[in-house]
């Protein structure tokens, strides 16, 4: 048998961690932070000494998952956001594809509601620099693209009030995955309701 070349045996490890990142996504949705490791084991479909190979405990896990669910976000947000057209209608758009992102990647969606938790439960030294990147990399474009729309007061509070609403309402579609969401549908009734402004009204978008 051929011996497995360097790019080969890379490609086999950088997917064996998609396997196991995605399987600790579901397995969070369903247990918390009492998530062991044997149950992200048992749902990838591989060996606690496979798991434990590249973990060696569930903070490690759960760190890398949510730095890549972070990565995945930001390239969503960037591709979303930098677009043509007045600031709430890319706004609306990007949110939309936001939600699309969380019920694909769901770790995606753990990751905004740990940080709106403030990564409660999780050892309080272990998510700083990431906490701060969200908010510079994340959060403030939201804030960027409500102040930019104009005659919106506190674009701050308001970004708070979209994201957060956000996250509580496709909770109830990320947990139930039996539950069907209309995206459209359901951005726009947020966003008429923490932005201000209806979906119908066009002429602000």
Known sequence: MT?????QNDE?????IRQILAAAADVYLAKGVMLEIRDVAARAGLGYGTVYHYYRNKHELLHDMLWHAFEQARAATDAAF?????????????LK??????L???SVYILYKMVAENFHHMPSDRFPGLYDRFRQELYQPVAALLREGGGLPYPEKRANMVIGS??????????HRHMEIDIDEAVDVWFAGTVGIDHEDRKEI
Do not use: F, M, S, V
């Open 97 to 102: 594809h936001l939600l699309r992102l969380w």
């Open 12 to 16: 086999i490890r950088a997917a064996r």
């Open 82 to 94: 930098d677009q043509d057209g007045a600031p709430l209608g890319r706004l609306r758009r990007g």
């Open 104 to 106: 694909d990647q769901p």
């Open 3 to 7: 011996p497995r070349t360097k790019e």
């Open 166 to 175: 956000l996250i509580g309402c496709a909770g109830l579609y990320i947990h």
